[in-house]
């Protein structure tokens, strides 16, 4: 039987060869579960690419797995952790827990005193962050900038935000607090994944 390697790592430039494939990934899952995961571009992802905010999962020969990204807000008083996406053919193989641990030690490393948060219409997304030490919030608790929200413009659920005042929708905010850390201890690892 043979074993593909899932090496799961900061993106780099010669990434961006995905991004395409990435950016029709995220639609095609959002229309196919009926869930408001907000579009984004094959530019847009090259962007975070390019700027050392991004964590991609891929094969040892070369076959894209899974991406997301980070976002600074506020002038680095939050960040997001958005955009995860595992190709179907992973799914259900600990590529999302990977993902999400390694974007959120990136997160950690680069931005250590900033608030992390990430809101989701999703159970498991939910619970690995809660693994991770977020605790579930009101939207009033994560960023105010108007930047943030333009990205939820592409969801299918925006009328619902908007006629809420942007207190709430149908996605669950959730937010790590920097502090809290020094009372649990903070573990880094590295990620591989066998897959068969």
Known sequence: MDYERIIVRPA???DMIYAKEI????????????SGIAKRSPESICEKILAGKAVIAVTNDDKWVGFQYLEVWEEGKFVSNSGLIVSPKYRNAGVATAIKRKIFQLSRDRYPNAFIFSIT?????????????????TYSEITKDEH???GCKSCVNYDILTGKKKCNCLCTAMLFDPAKVKERGEVKEEFQLIYN
Request: hydrophobic residues 45%; negative net charge.
């Open 121 to 137: 219409s999703g159970l498991p997304i939910m619970k690995l962050n809660t693994d991770l030490g977020f605790e579930p919030v």
């Open 23 to 34: 950016a029709d990934e995220m639609e095609s899952s959002a229309i196919t579960r009926g």
């Open 12 to 14: 780099a430039a010669a």
């Open 148 to 150: 943030f929200w333009e």
